[in-house]
């Protein structure tokens, strides 16, 4: 079984500094998906970025991208510029390849504060 | 862009007492998922669909049941409630082999449905 590994419970960055959120993970496939969600206060589930692992270069979305090293199993999450709003629950999240392996995998969540 | 519809919004039962959560995917996906996210908790897959046909199985308890209608909207049953069974409930949908807006098998994800069992 996969695991996913978040080893900072809670981060604080200023307002328009960058920070970076740490995922690691544990899999014997070679190949699979991996994802960043966020959580606001509200709750919703809000997609950030996805990798795939087949792929070397590493994804970006405007002010969001990933660092991913297969051979690590690693996988963070850097954000720039950071924004009041980008405050919330951040999960990294695995998912295999395999057919009928649907399910996706979360680590506990790291709680990103931006202090003004 | 249409999203992910989870009824109800809210929900209170009482213990012994069943319940049913309804999700109507995004237009045109073919895959949904149901999770469940205790308090404080990361979200833990309970199952999912594919055209209609169980996909995958996580943790779901044997006292909930799912199923896939031909419109491709999803009901989660829950019965015999219990005060754990407390939690926000999500549905996620997916297109298997991707199109130029959702990249194949990549979740988008439901409001939630909170639970609260007295």
């Known amino acids: 079984a996969q695991t996913v590994t978040q080893s900072q419970p809670e981060m604080s960055v200023q307002e328009a500094e960058t920070v970076t959120l740490s995922c690691t993970y544990d899999?014997?496939?070679?190949?699979?998906?991996l994802f960043w969600y966020k959580q606001p206060p509200s709750r919703q589930m809000i997609l950030v970025i996805r990798?795939?692992?087949?792929?070397?270069q590493n994804a970006t979305e405007n002010r969001f991208s990933v660092n991913f090293q297969k051979a690590a199993k690693s996988f963070s999450l850097k954000i720039s510029d950071s924004q009041l709003g980008d405050a919330a629950m951040y999960f990294c999240?695995?998912?295999?390849?395999?057919?009928?392996?649907?399910?996706?995998?979360f680590g506990k969540g790291t709680h990103l504060i931006i202090q003004p | 862009a249409a999203g992910v519809i989870q009824s109800p919004r809210h929900l209170i039962k009482e213990k012994r007492e069943t319940a049913t959560l309804k999700c109507y995917p995004i237009p045109r996906h073919d895959t949904v998922y149901w999770y469940q996210q205790g308090p404080g908790q990361d979200p833990q897959f309970l199952i999912s669909f594919y055209e209609k046909m169980q996909s995958d199985k996580g943790s779901i308890p044997d006292r909930f049941s799912a199923q896939q209608f031909s419109d491709y909207h999803s009901e989660l049953n829950m019965s015999s409630l219990e005060l754990g069974d407390s939690a926000l409930y999500f549905c996620?949908?997916?297109?298997?082999?991707?199109?130029?807006?959702?990249?194949?098998?990549?979740?988008?994800f439901g409001p939630g449905t909170r639970l609260l069992v007295l």
């Open positions: 899999t014997s496939e070679s190949d699979y998906y």
């Open positions: 999240a695995y998912r295999s390849a395999q057919g009928g392996a649907d399910g996706l995998t």
């Open positions: 990798q795939e692992a087949y792929k070397q």
């Open positions: 996620a949908s997916s297109l298997r082999q991707g199109a130029e807006q959702f990249p194949a098998k990549t979740q988008y």
